[in-house]
């Protein structure tokens, strides 16, 4: 079960800086953007640092 969730997790986590760099990507495309060009492209670059640290960290545990 906790193997199950931190995968869920991580999938979670990868997702959310995807729609993030998307965000911004609309954003400097000049169509419409719903939020501010730095949370999204923040957000989008701490997501993706969580998520490959827990993949980093879930690989290590299973070895």
């Not at 993030?20 to 965000?23: F, K």
């Not at 953007?33 to 060009?37: I, K």
């Given at each position: 079960m906790k193997k199950i969730f931190k995968v869920f997790m991580i999938v979670l986590q990868i997702s959310l800086a995807t729609a993030?760099?998307?965000?911004l990507?609309?954003?400097l495309n000049g169509s419409g953007?719903?939020?501010?060009?730095y949370l999204t492209g923040s957000s989008a670059?701490?997501?993706?640092?969580?998520?490959i640290r827990n993949i980093?960290?879930?690989?290590?545990e299973n070895e």
């Open positions: 993030g760099l998307i965000e990507i609309h954003y953007s719903t939020m501010s060009p670059v701490v997501f993706y640092l969580w998520g980093l960290t879930f690989n290590k």
